[in-house]
T-cell receptor, first 116, second 114 residues
């Protein structure tokens, strides 16, 4: 079975601070995919990034960066110079293809509050 | 805008009733997924359809059923509704069938059972 743990329930930062959201996953499969989604107050789920288990190259996209480490089963997400508009719930998710179908196993989410 | 359309956006109904939630996937996407988001259970996978065929099932209640039609839109039917079914129901779609393609989510249908 797959499991995703986001130990941080809520994080509050002041604008322009850097913030890292932690994600730890569990799976016995060697091929899997990791995702981050953002859920702003309006409620929709917005896709941010996908990584497969064979690609440990870390990525930077604007103010966002991701750190994937298989050795520690972690897929952390960092926002640099946070802004009020970054306030949202962030979900880490894991997908393992079973050969039949696909599903995302989500963590419980981290509520990020960015204040002025 | 993800390109995934869900209707209605809000739904209020009484216990014991039946409702149908509708989802139109992004153009070209063959996979449709349904998820339920509630305060106590978080985001839970319900079911996955690919090109009209059921491919994976999560902890979906027997009172719930879904289907994907030839035009690829999908419907989630919830019957004998209980207060605990109140939740945000998301539909998502992806091009392929595996996790190597990202799923894009609709805005959700907020169901309130009173």
């Amino acid at each position: 079975a797959q499991k995703v743990t986001q130990a941080q329930t809520e994080i509050s930062v002041v604008e322009k601070e850097d913030v890292t959201l932690d994600c730890v996953y569990e799976t016995r499969d060697t091929t899997y995919y990791l995702f981050w989604y953002k859920q702003p107050p309006s409620g929709e789920l917005v896709f941010l990034i996908r990584r497969n288990s064979f690609d440990e190259q870390n990525e930077i996209s604007g103010r966002y960066s991701w750190n994937f480490q298989k050795s520690t089963s972690s897929f952390n997400f960092t926002i640099t110079a946070s802004q009020v508009v970054d306030s949202a719930v962030y979900f880490c998710a894991l997908s393992v293809y079973t050969g039949g179908g696909n599903k995302l196993t989500f963590g419980t989410g981290t509520q990020l509050k960015v204040e002025l | 805008d993800s390109g995934v359309t869900q209707t209605p956006k809000h739904l209020i109904t009484a216990t014991g009733q039946r409702v149908t939630l509708r989802c139109s996937p992004r153009s070209g996407d063959l996979s449709v997924y349904w998820y339920q988001q509630s305060l106590d259970q978080g985001l839970q996978f319900l079911i996955h359809y690919y090109n009209g065929e059921e491919r994976a099932k999560g902890n979906i209640l027997e009172r719930f059923s879904a289907q994907q039609f030839p035009d690829l839109h999908s419907e989630l039917n919830l019957s004998s509704l209980e207060l605990g079914d109140s939740a945000l129901y998301f539909c998502a779609s992806s091009v392929g069938i595996g996790g190597n393609t990202e799923a894009f989510f609709g805005q959700g249908t907020r169901l309130t059972v009173v």
